[in-house]
């Protein structure tokens, strides 16, 4: 299964259809599951047929002791009572060990669909995940999305390992057993049904009042999650500013929010257990009473009274786990909602369906009017015109804010302009399928992220199929591998979630290494060498001026050393283009360039301004 089987489903701009109905959009996600789930629930259906027999064997074996040789069993051909006797005990040897059989079946069966569709929405999940744009996971803590990606899919898992089983289990004795009390006594039959209804009024009462409580214990386990992750992820802030106590207390307040929220759960539906007893005893107590008055006046069998005693049991005792049962399935349905929720965000950024061979891509790329703006934020860019031709190095520089950065997510189409368009060899963005979009295009960013694992594996990320020396030469290129070689396992070092356990320079010529080997025709560096020493930068801008040759590249930077031999250098205000030209015909020109590089330079107004 993939997110496709959850196609043509609602968007989530209000309440959805399937989100006030999650136990249908979770019947929905079986379908492929077909024959599993039947399989499934006959070998329930027959486990509890199986289980309901003793009572039949209890009964039948009353009536040969009574009646002997009268008994219904010499029908059959059992005239004695030691065959009568002998007939049962093997009777039961058979159905007890079929009841185990389909015991152990059904528990396959349901705990392996529960694995399956647990994978699988997981899968179709996080696969529609990564189609959202960013925009959704700037609104959204990961923290929260872990949840619903772990917590709730594994809820549903629980659910069906046993609350699927416990319903079908509990519809088959009220069907079975309910029919065999009609056929022997009506009278009876409709004393044990009459708490049948209260318990059901009190189950939907119940389930009503406990599934709000529910989704709050979700949520605030989401909001748990958020800060665990949140500040793992920041530890090194938390020990730097000695905030250890004040944050074990923000994780206790959280962690006390949640256990309320779970504690007022849990005292509704722990209610619910004694309420059934009640009616329970109440039908025991009758059946007793008037049965055995039947029984003495010779209205029915002693054996079908004993029967009837014993079966009330099993009609009327499984009832007292139904509060369990709908305990387990209002917190698989409250996980549902979060699943299906994410599931039906809608994808804002459609993908193209052009593709372009990178053999045969140029790199020229023109901005045409550009406009950009955040939902809900001012405009960024302004009516942005520009041409860059293929193989020129463009340094694009302007105080923080200007749209810089926004205009690489434009380019990766992480966002679409408002207005305006941009394009690659003529062609729209928007046309072009969006990998293939992104596999033309490499990016070095300011905070590179590394994953948990080898060196190796980070700087061949992207590009999964290259070789050793592919590698190597690709942290050569980097002016990396003298680092890499001298580390423990060379190569193989594991780098440590986010690279935590290399520099931030080490970490930023790991990810040039990743553009190098991506050999995009088109290379994005966001402000690369803005947190690294001089040594770095300078080792940086050596592999730049060899790597850049030929190719379209965009040199996006505060620091003005690191564009100054760019073939043509743009300055943006406000999201508008103020300037362009070389370094050189910028400070002649005495304009917000030459601001920017008297300031680096710690010039005063006054001071002469050198190229």
């Known amino acids: 299964m993939t997110a496709k089987a959850f196609e043509g489903l609602p968007p989530s701009g209000g309440p959805s259809p399937w989100q006030t109905a999650p136990l249908r959009r979770l019947i929905e996600s079986l379908r492929p599951y077909g024959r599993r789930l039947w399989l499934a629930s006959s070998c329930s259906v027959l486990n509890k047929l199986f289980d309901l027999a003793p009572p039949v064997l209890i009964g039948l074996a009353v009536d040969v002791l009574v009646k002997q040789q009268t008994a219904w069993l010499t029908g059959f051909g059992f005239t004695s009572v030691p065959q009568q006797l002998v007939f049962l005990a093997v009777l039961s040897f058979l159905i007890w060990s079929l009841e185990s059989l389909f015991e152990y079946f059904y528990g396959l069966l349901w705990r392996g669909l529960a694995q399956s569709l647990q994978h699988d929405l997981r899968l179709a999940s996080y696969s529609h995940l990564q189609e959202l744009d960013l925009s959704f996971f700037e609104a959204r803590s990961s923290g929260r999305l872990m949840a619903v990606l772990n917590d709730d899919i594994n809820q549903l898992e629980r659910f069906l390992d046993n609350g699927a089983n416990d319903i079908l289990q509990l519809i088959t004795t009220v069907l079975a057993v309910g029919g065999a009390m009609l056929f022997l006594s009506p009278s009876l039959a409709l004393l044990a049904m009459l708490p049948i209804p209260v318990i059901l009024w009190g189950s939907l009462r119940f389930q009503r009042r406990l599934a709000p409580r529910y989704s709050q214990v979700r949520e605030r386990a989401g909001d748990l999650n958020s800060l665990l992750s949140n500040n793992l992820g920041g530890i090194l802030t938390i020990k730097s500013f000695a905030a250890e106590a004040w944050e074990a207390q923000r994780l206790e307040q959280e962690s006390l929010a949640y256990g309320r929220s779970n504690r007022e759960a849990i005292r509704l539906s722990a209610a619910f257990i004694p309420l059934i007893r009640f009616a329970i005893l109440f039908a025991f107590i ?34 007292t786990g139904l ?3 709908l305990d387990d399935y209002q917190r698989a349905m409250a996980s549902t909602n979060r699943v299906m929720a994410l599931l039906d965000e809608p994808i804002q950024i459609k993908s193209g369906t052009r593709q372009l061979l990178r053999p045969q891509v140029q790199g020229q790329l023109r901005l045409e009017k550009l406009n950009f703006a955040y939902p809900g934020r001012s405009p960024v860019l302004h009516d942005l015109c520009l041409e860059i031709p293929a193989g020129e190095t463009l340094g694009l520089v302007g105080a923080t804010g200007s749209g810089k950065s926004t205009l690489v997510k434009l380019l990766l189409r992480l966002y679409d302009p408002s207005a305006g368009r941009i394009l690659l060899d003529g062609i729209d963005l928007r046309e072009l399928e969006l990998r293939n979009l992104r596999s033309l295009i490499g990016l070095v960013s300011q905070e590179p992220f590394l994953f948990h694992g080898s060196v190796a594996e980070n700087i061949c990320y992207g590009s999964f199929e290259a070789s ?9 290129l980097a002016e990396a591998s003298g680092f890499i070689e001298a580390l423990p396992q060379g190569y193989q070092t594991v780098v440590g979630e986010r690279g935590i356990r290399l520099s931030g320079g080490q970490r930023q010529r790991i990810a040039l290494a990743r553009a190098i080997l991506k050999d995009p025709p088109v290379l994005i560096l966001d402000e690369a060498t803005a947190s690294v020493d001089n040594e770095t930068e300078a080792a940086i801008q050596r592999s730049l001026d060899i ?8 040199v996006i930077a505060h620091r003005l050393s690191t564009v100054r031999h760019a073939h043509r250098i743009v300055v943006l205000e406000a999201g508008r283009l103020v300037e362009q030209g070389s370094h050189d015909d910028l400070i002649k020109a005495q ?12 010039l005063r107004d006054n001071e002469p301004l050198q190229p």
């Open 468 to 476: 050793p020396k592919a590698i190597a030469k690709a942290a050569n």
């Open 547 to 554: 790597i850049t040759t030929n190719r379209t590249t965009l």
């Open 286 to 319: 009758a059946i007793l009473l008037v049965g055995g008055l039947q029984a003495w006046q010779g209205s029915i069998a002693i054996g079908s009274f004993s029967f009837l005693l014993f079966i009330l049991q099993r009609l009327l005792w499984p009832l």
């Open 591 to 602: 304009g917000a360039y030459a601001r920017l590089w008297r300031v680096q330079a710690g």
């Open 323 to 325: 509060g369990r049962t």
